[in-house]
């Protein structure tokens, strides 16, 4: 039986700080939400220990994650991308980023921002959000719009009750712990 990431993360060098300060967390920046999305797009197929130990390397290839910066990108940036050993080096991964940069400044100009989109949709079933975000991004499938939504804050599951980081959570009120 897989051990739930609480019982894996807790004072594990790479993934504790994440999951003590990151994981479930609630995100009210775009930048940092964009930031999520491209981690946990970039995850798929890999461990999430790959995408951990690459952070950092993500975050100056990609201007710290700044949509607007990504949204510009022309091929000269895409090529740099896919020739940055730092970061997952996966043309549809790279191309995917850039795309859902674009297609987040048009969320922003029509919602306000990509949080009040996302505001605006919640609380919503899994099956929905796929197909919310199928339709809005690229690289974007059920297991990838879970764990982005789990780890932000939108739905359940980051920790267990018995988590200690779970009471922390709980006082930040994330979305998927408010009532409509």
Not at 68 to 85: C, E, G, I, T
Request: hydrophobic residues 45%; glycine residues 8%; proline residues 4%.
């Amino acid at each position: 039986m897989a051990r739930h990431y609480c019982e894996a993360a807790i004072g594990d060098a790479l993934h504790g700080p994440y999951h003590d300060r990151e994981y479930g967390f609630p995100i009210d920046d775009d930048d940092a939400l964009f930031a999520r999305l491209v981690l946990e797009i970039n995850q798929a197929g890999l461990s999430w220990a790959t995408i951990l130990k690459k952070k950092d390397n993500f975050s100056a290839a990609y201007d710290g994650f700044s949509i607007a910066a990504v949204a510009a990108y022309d091929d000269d940036q895409r090529a740099r991308l896919l020739a940055d050993a730092g970061i997952i080096r996966n043309r549809l991964k790279v191309n995917a980023a850039i795309e859902n940069a674009r297609r987040l400044l048009e969320i922003a100009a029509g919602e306000g921002s990509f949080k009040a989109w996302l505001d605006a949709y919640h609380p919503a079933e899994l099956g929905d959000w796929v197909k919310l975000f199928r339709a809005n991004f690229k690289f974007t499938g059920p297991e990838i719009v879970r764990e982005f939504l789990v780890s932000t804050g939108y739905l359940p599951g980051a920790h267990r009750k018995e988590c200690p980081i779970f009471a922390t959570i709980a006082g930040l009120n994330p979305p998927w712990m408010q009532t409509r």
